[in-house]
């Protein structure tokens, strides 16, 4: 299994572009999340996944969208970039039931994102 | 808003020594678990330990072991026999409502000095 994927690594964005930040997993996890972590600072929830067609809101959703039309993927988009985007990006996806492990969350290996 | 707590910024301790990272917890549920995730400079999260809070004993994971406090709301992280490899941020998370969301502390950066 290669677990969670991100792509791309690094991505260097001017001011109001546009973009999306990609997010693949094998393991036929139920959940899936997306963190952004800032200088300095532990990881916030912009948005999560509890299933296909199923998607809400974090903590810090302003500025992102999401959607989540298999099990495999959950891309963020990111409109209209701004300084305040710049961030690192982490996706995570987890298997909540009764078998051991819930609630653990596997993470990517996060894309750094400047916005310039 | 559940808050994660993490009040030491860095740490230093010397190889082969034992060293203690604090955290503590505010939440209102009674089913949350609670985790210690390893963040070396490659920036990948790696998995340390989980506590599940319905568990009195303390998880213990090879030389890593926590003290879970449940009434003090306190999950402190201890490493022992430190190794050089150990060196990274060291966040602490808790699980918040539903779907396993995690909320996350500020870090605390572990030295580890021959």
């Known amino acids: 299994n290669a677990g969670v994927t991100q792509t791309p690594k690094f991505r260097i964005l001017k001011i109001g572009q546009s973009m999306t930040l990609q997010c693949t997993q094998d393991?036929?996890?139920?959940?899936m999340y997306w963190y952004r972590q800032d200088p300095g600072m532990g990881l916030k929830l912009i948005y999560y996944s509890v299933g296909a067609g199923i998607t809400d809101k974090g903590e810090v959703p302003n500025g992102y969208n999401v959607s989540r039309s298999t099990t495999e993927d959950f891309p963020l988009r990111l409109e209209l970039a701004a300084p305040s985007q710049t961030s690192v990006y982490f996706c995570?996806?987890?298997?909540?039931?009764?078998?051991?492990?819930?609630?653990?969350?596997?993470f990517g290996p996060g894309t750094r994102l400047t916005v310039t | 808003a559940q808050t994660v707590t993490q009040s030491q910024p860095e740490m230093s301790v010397q190889e082969a020594e034992t060293v203690t990272l604090s955290c503590t917890y505010d939440t209102s549920e009674s089913d949350y678990y609670l985790f210690w995730y390893k963040q070396p400079p490659s920036r990948q999260m790696i998995l340390v330990i989980r506590q599940e809070a319905y568990k009195q004993q303390n998880a213990t994971e090879n030389r890593f072991s926590v003290n879970f406090q449940k009434a003090a709301k306190s999950f402190s992280l201890k490493i022992s026999d430190s190794q050089l490899g150990d060196a990274a941020m060291y966040f602490c998370?808790?699980?918040?409502?539903?779907?396993?969301?995690?909320?996350f502390g500020t870090g605390t950066r572990l030295q580890v000095t021959l």
């Open positions: 998370a808790s699980t918040t409502g539903t779907a396993s969301k995690l909320t």
């Open positions: 995570a996806s987890s298997y909540p039931n009764g078998r051991e492990g819930r609630y653990e969350q596997y």
């Open positions: 393991m036929n996890h139920n959940y």
